[in-house]
């Protein structure tokens, strides 16, 4: 990023943000609600490493902390906000029987929709329909947990639009394709737990009243799909991501700076144009406070993590980090319980720091990124870490939080933030994140 160093205590702005995110919705939760209280947070801590980052470093710390903010923040916000408004303008209702071989192809469409809509788009796209087609049913907290593993994590992996970590990485040089080439880790997670989840799911249907079955059975609606339109503007998203960007010789000479992020803008207009009032407000209960909330959150994020990027990438050797599983984890574990868009982007600094003498074990095949050569399975490792791991707590990624609350106002009783690791993470996810990192990233440093 830039050749001036900073100190280590330069770090702690950014890691009192992310651990304020952890720590504050649990101990001071009602205060944490406001998102105006985030924004003050945001910017007592902002604001301090921005003049320090001008000061101390001069041009170089001024450029950095300038494109930290124009060039990652600006067009992450304006992705998800162009994602959430259109997302947003879709709604899928209806009551259909709730068998297990049903609600397995709902969280199976969920998994996919999750690469090309986001994360955040398929889970509440889907959720209220998964809950409408279950509230007969008495035993259904499992398929929340499903849910939320499936659909709000592990389903983003395919392509930058389905997480922001991903996105980050985008911005950094890596092609749009690229991230198809993990398909199969993609396909794997959501094969073993898909069926998992079926095999759980047919248990618990036999335990089910009959009586709530019979129920199940007479209040049937079909399902229908409102605001089609927003198919539309999702498919424009997807293209601009996609093709719209500077190094793309089909644009050669019509190209100019944030021309994707105007393009994106004018989707979002065009969908809150073209999309009912009653279907966005009514039927989907569309509230801008989500996407505000991650503004506001994020603009402290980026602005901290501006010098906590320099200091990891100019200490990189220090860390010990030196195998592509060593990364995965520790990506991994950071973003069970930080948020996995900045574990991502730092733990990737830490990657270019340690170049372009990488260690053997990192792997031959090199990727061309912006800022430096880098190991495509050591991409691949952070990448999964990152993605996978959200779904190991609440706090994890976003769409956890918001599908665990629709699902209390459901009447369903979700476990506690420990109860949720103790019941189902830990004894269902990790097992499965183990034998992925030692199936597609050991494997193949040892081949």
């Known amino acids: 990023m830039t050749e001036f160093m900073v100190e280590w205590w330069a770090m702690l702005p950014f890691i009192v943000m992310l651990l304020m995110i952890a720590i504050a919705p649990l101990v001071v939760g009602e205060w944490w609600e406001k998102n105006t209280n985030k924004l003050i947070v945001s910017l007592i801590l902002g604001i301090p490493v921005a003049i320090y980052m001008i000061v101390t470093g001069g041009h170089e710390g001024s450029h950095a902390i300038m494109h930290q903010m124009l060039y990652d923040y600006v067009p992450f916000i304006i992705l998800l906000l162009s994602l959430f408004v259109v997302t947003g303008g879709i709604n899928l209702s209806g009551d259909i029987m709730a068998t297990p071989k049903v609600n397995t192809l709902f969280l199976a469409i969920g998994f996919i929709l999750a690469s090309v809509m986001g994360t955040t788009g398929a889970a509440m796209l889907l959720i209220r329909p998964v809950l409408t087609t279950n509230q007969q049913r008495k035993h259904k907290l499992h398929t929340v947990l499903f849910f939320i593993a499936l659909v709000a994590n592990c389903g983003g992996l395919m392509t930058p639009l389905g997480d922001p970590p991903l996105f980050m990485l985008f911005l950094r040089g890596v092609s749009f394709t690229w991230f198809m080439s993990m398909w199969m ?263």
């Open 185 to 447: 880790q993609w396909l794997f997670a959501g094969a073993i737990l898909l069926i998992l989840y079926y095999i759980i799911d047919c248990h618990e249907y036999k335990k089910e009243d009959t009586e709530a079955l019979v129920r199940d059975a007479q209040e049937i609606t079909p399902l229908s799909v409102k605001g089609n339109i927003n198919f539309l503007w999702l498919i424009c998203i997807v293209f601009s991501v996609a093709f719209v960007y500077e190094d793309n010789k089909m644009l050669e000479g019509i190209y100019f700076p944030f021309m994707r992020e105007i393009i994106l803008v004018a989707v979002t207009l065009l969908s809150l144009a073209t999309t009912k009032k009653d279907v966005r407000y009514e039927a989907n209960k569309f509230s801008w406070a989500p996407i505000v909330e991650v503004a506001f959150l994020f603009v402290g994020i980026f602005a901290t993590m501006t010098p906590a990027l320099i200091y990891l990438k100019g200490h990189a050797a220090e860390l010990g980090l030196s195998s592509p599983s060593q990364f995965y984890y520790v990506t991994g574990l950071l973003s069970s319980f930080l948020d996995n868009t900045p574990t991502a982007v730092a733990f990737y600094e830490v990657g270019c720091g340690l170049g372009p003498d990488f260690p053997e074990a990192m792997g031959a095949n090199m990727l061309n990124m912006k800022d430096c050569a880098f190991p495509e399975l050591l991409l691949q490792a952070i990448s999964i870490g990152a993605v996978f791991f959200g779904a190991m707590t609440y706090i994890g990624n976003g769409p956890n939080f918001m599908v665990k609350s629709i699902a209390e106002e459901s009447g369903i009783k979700m476990p506690s933030f420990f109860g949720y690791m103790i019941k189902f993470s830990l004894i269902v996810l990790l097992p499965v994140y183990i034998l992925i990192q030692v199936l597609f990233i050991w494997l193949p440093t040892i081949m």
